[in-house]
């Protein structure tokens, strides 16, 4: 089955610094690819997804790029503020003819602390 | 649009028992997936169920199960509980089945002692 890999497992920055994290997959069939934000005790939170026709996306501060050759997909996160610390997880599906549905497989987090 | 709800947020249960865990989808979704969350493996999928018929199951034992109501809300079993079963158990919502954007409950965490 599908499989994700993530790393780092811990990211510390200085406020105002980018942050990257990096994800693998192993399945070339995955087509949908969301990261996840999450809090101390709370519920993960979408943050945002790109699909496999599309090579990047932003969304204000952060942004995620796709390689599908490489099978390899990023989240960039610009201008990191203390309110950006949490556990970031990315995540790989394949809905559609290969008959995936909404099955997530997550890597494993990244804990992201932005240091004053 | 009222979010995803769970129900119990929190369960102590000893070995041997069972244990039933409640979700309700976003008003108009009629997917509901399962996930357990451990320090140790991480956010796991257990089952994904759209109108009321399983649609995908997970790598857990047969002592997992759940199911989905005409309403979209859905239920999951865990029967003879173990140690290993104590995990934040989450669901997620989403309109269709087809790698849909998901949108997850606050969990329910559950305690084997």
């Known amino acids: 089955g599908e499989n994700v890999e993530q790393h780092p497992s811990t990211l510390s920055v200085q406020e105002g610094d980018s942050a990257v994290i990096k994800c693998t997959y192993s399945d070339s069939a995955s087509n949908y690819f969301p990261w996840y934000k999450q809090e101390l005790g709370k519920r993960p939170q979408l943050i945002i997804d790109?699909?496999?026709?599309?090579g990047e996306k932003k969304d204000q501060r952060i942004a995620v790029t796709l390689n599908k050759t490489a099978k390899h997909f990023s989240l960039h996160i610009t201008e990191t503020q203390p309110e950006d610390s949490a556990v970031y997880f990315c995540?790989?599906?394949?809905?559609?003819?290969?008959?995936?549905?909404?099955?997530?497989?997550f890597g494993t987090g990244t804990q992201l602390k932005v240091e004053l | 649009k009222a979010g995803v709800t769970q129900t119990p947020r929190y369960l102590i249960k000893t070995r041997g028992q069972q244990v039933t865990l409640s979700c309700s989808p976003i008003s108009g979704h009629r997917s509901v997936s399962w996930y357990q969350q451990t320090p140790g493996q991480g956010l796991q999928f257990l089952f994904e169920?759209?109108?009321?018929?399983?649609?995908n199951k997970g790598n857990f034992p047969g002592r997992f199960s759940g199911r989905q109501f005409s309403n979209s809300r859905s239920e999951m079993n865990v029967s003879t509980l173990e140690l290993g079963d104590s995990a934040l158990y989450l669901c997620?919502?989403?309109?269709?089945?087809?790698?849909?954007?998901?949108?997850f409950g606050p969990g329910t965490r559950l305690t084997v002692l």
């Open positions: 997620a919502s989403s309109f269709s089945t087809d790698s849909d954007t998901q949108y």
């Open positions: 169920y759209f109108s009321e018929t399983q649609r």
């Open positions: 790109i699909r496999s026709n599309v």
């Open positions: 995540a790989a599906s394949k809905g559609g003819l290969t008959g995936g549905g909404n099955k997530l497989t």
